[in-house]
């Protein structure tokens, strides 16, 4: 049975900061102007026109101070200056890859921690993993996040700070279609999107909006270990892109690989992702399939993939398995992964073979897990010792 999922009681679903002031940052448009109602800084009837300033000023320019605004009145600025704050959680880490990729630890608040990946130039895109739980609750016997375990849902404001930050270290502000380098959003971090639904949809409404970051619905995709009952869901609440972590084609080796698949067998995760509202070819269902040597790489599991994908619109990412301390894995043969490619292109599918990025920063698929918990243990290891030795002395 996976372990209870827990969330915060936080008004608007932002994180409280040591000043005790409110974030403003990852706010919908609803919960901004009733941020601004509930604090008495407007009047219900203009709050849509002082949501719609302040949303631009969030989400086009990316300020971090209030007096930047400077359409809004000198008096107003300063009554938001007492209740709210811009300023972004800290980034406890920065790391860059031999290749480019960028891997942030970010820290939420007190022992929650996160990380996120930026991926540059994939296909003249460039892809920005963010996560949507501190640790995760599935254990994929792969996956390196799945070695922490679960500490809680992200707030919406939380998943909507990573893309903040990032676009304040790659210098993306004002908003510009032109020559901007993160142009898809990937729900592929730390966690399962779709046992945090609501705030993942919540951090959708915010990125999409073409007024403000701007990344449209069609270049942002959730990725699911399979929670079959959301799947639907996250189709009509989202119209995001779905990407569902398979890995295999039998309920076997499937229950090894992805236990969540004991609750949501193979046949009933294909019934749901058929029912994800607006399928077609212009809208494929990725399926990603670790490639792990000797395990799931066979040509007889490239046949039985096709035949179980035949009436999905779909494409296949296979992925070298990115080894990780601990693992009992290795990567499939790279002459395997392209023999099992050619079986499944041959099927008329895409199935392009992703390039491990980040690897010497531990940032490649499947290797995020922030070190906060083992670095916590050892603070507390050391403090331990120093109040032994503290008695020993006193006595």
Known sequence: MNAPVKTLDLSFGIWPSTDSLVSLVGLTRAQL??????????????????????????????????????????????????????????????????DGARKYLIRMGAGIEVETVFIPAVAKSGALCVSSQVGCTLNCTFCHTGTQPLVRNLTAAEIVSQV?????DLGEWPTSNENRQITNIVYMGMGEPLYNLDH???????ISDHEGIGVGRRRITVSSAGVAPKIPQLGARTKAMLAISLHATRDSLRDELVPLNRKYPIAKLMDAIRAYPGLSNSKRVTFEYVMLKGINDSLAEARDLVKLLRDIPSKINLIPFNPWPGSAYQ????????????????????????????????????????????????????????????????G
């Open 331 to 394: 990567c499939s043969d790279w002459d395997q992964i392209e023999a099992f490619a050619e079986v499944v292109n041959r099927a008329g599918y895409a199935s392009p073979i992703r390039t491990p990025r980040g690897r010497d920063i531990l940032a490649a698929c499947g290797q995020l897990k922030s070190e906060s918990r083992k670095i916590r243990a050892s603070a507390r290891h050391a403090l331990k010792h120093a109040a032994e030795a503290a008695v020993q002395d006193g």
């Open 164 to 168: 903040m930050i990032v676009r304040d």
């Open 200 to 206: 993942v949809s919540d951090s959708i409404d915010v």
């Open 33 to 98: 102007r009733s941020a601004l109602v509930r604090h008495g800084l407007v009047e219900e009837q203009k709050a849509r026109m002082r949501a719609e300033q302040l949303w631009r000023w969030i989400y086009h320019y990316g300020v971090t101070e209030f007096d930047a605004m400077t359409n809004v009145s000198r008096d107003l600025r300063r009554q938001l200056e007492t209740r709210f704050t811009l300023a972004r959680p800290e980034i406890i880490e920065r790391r860059v890859s031999e």
